[in-house]
């Protein structure tokens, strides 16, 4: 059995059902056309139909790979390696990847998720405003808002872990300092979390 697991078949082992779990066997032995299909399936599940929405392909594969030294539940976030892990029980986490912020704008430090919203509205703070004064004031929720589909806000910080409508950027440092992830990835993670959720990150 392979060790690495795709999005979707580690999606489906940890859903916990028994469904879910034939599902994610099933899965292992399927060509990857097949299994491609599926994670598709599986994403617009959780998408909930955003007009004009349509599935990413993020250039980083989501995994469950070893972590230990964590607590089960929180999420750990390497900006120099450019991933959010989200800490499963015995040792293990699932890693994704994600952007950070540029030069000049990386930051570390512990928070916790105060707020989760999905199809979040935009309104760029003034530090962001002051450097970009052509930014609209607000932004609706949707797929051109550059939250994305999902966010979750870092205590009281400017920061949040969020969608994207530039998959292409992740990988990359190129963020004012929140954390983007693609959209599939992002609803993905939002809905393992809760509001009071540990996030450790670290440079």
């Given at each position: 059995m392979r060790r690495v697991l795709t999005a979707a078949a580690a999606a489906a082992l940890l859903a916990g059902s028994a469904n879910s779990a034939h599902a994610f066997f099933h899965l292992l032995f399927q060509s990857q056309p097949q299994q491609q299909q599926y994670n598709q399936q599986y994403y617009q599940q959780y998408y909930q139909g955003a007009p004009g929405s349509r599935v990413q392909i993020s250039p980083i594969p989501r995994e469950v790979v070893a972590l230990s030294g964590y607590t089960p539940g929180s999420?750990?976030?390497?900006?120099?390696?450019?991933?959010?892990?989200y800490v499963l029980p015995g040792g293990q986490a699932i890693r994704y990847g994600i952007g950070v912020g540029r030069p000049g704008f990386a930051w570390s430090g512990t928070h916790s998720i105060t707020q989760k919203r999905a199809w979040p509205d935009w309104r760029p703070p003034a530090?962001?405003?002051?450097?970009?004064?052509?930014?609209?004031?607000?932004?609706?929720?949707?797929?051109?808002?550059?939250?994305g589909a999902r966010a979750m806000y870092l205590g009281s910080s400017l920061y949040r872990i969020h969608g994207s409508n530039e998959p292409e950027t992740i990988g990359q440092a190129v963020s004012?300092?929140?954390?983007?992830?693609?959209?599939?990835?992002?609803?993905?993670?939002?809905?393992?979390?809760?509001v009071g959720t540990k996030v450790v990150v670290l440079r």
């Amino acid at each position: 059995m392979r060790r690495v697991l795709t999005a979707a078949a580690a999606a489906a082992l940890l859903a916990g059902s028994a469904n879910s779990a034939h599902a994610f066997f099933h899965l292992l032995f399927q060509s990857q056309p097949q299994q491609q299909q599926y994670n598709q399936q599986y994403y617009q599940q959780y998408y909930q139909g955003a007009p004009g929405s349509r599935v990413q392909i993020s250039p980083i594969p989501r995994e469950v790979v070893a972590l230990s030294g964590y607590t089960p539940g929180s999420i750990v976030i390497s900006t120099s390696e450019r991933r959010l892990y989200y800490v499963l029980p015995g040792g293990q986490a699932i890693r994704y990847g994600i952007g950070v912020g540029r030069p000049g704008f990386a930051w570390s430090g512990t928070h916790s998720i105060t707020q989760k919203r999905a199809w979040p509205d935009w309104r760029p703070p003034a530090e962001m405003l002051h450097r970009r004064p052509d930014l609209p004031r607000y932004m609706a929720g949707g797929v051109e808002n550059p939250l994305g589909a999902r966010a979750m806000y870092l205590g009281s910080s400017l920061y949040r872990i969020h969608g994207s409508n530039e998959p292409e950027t992740i990988g990359q440092a190129v963020s004012s300092g929140c954390i983007r992830m693609t959209n599939e990835d992002v609803v993905d993670l939002y809905s393992r979390v809760r509001v009071g959720t540990k996030v450790v990150v670290l440079r």
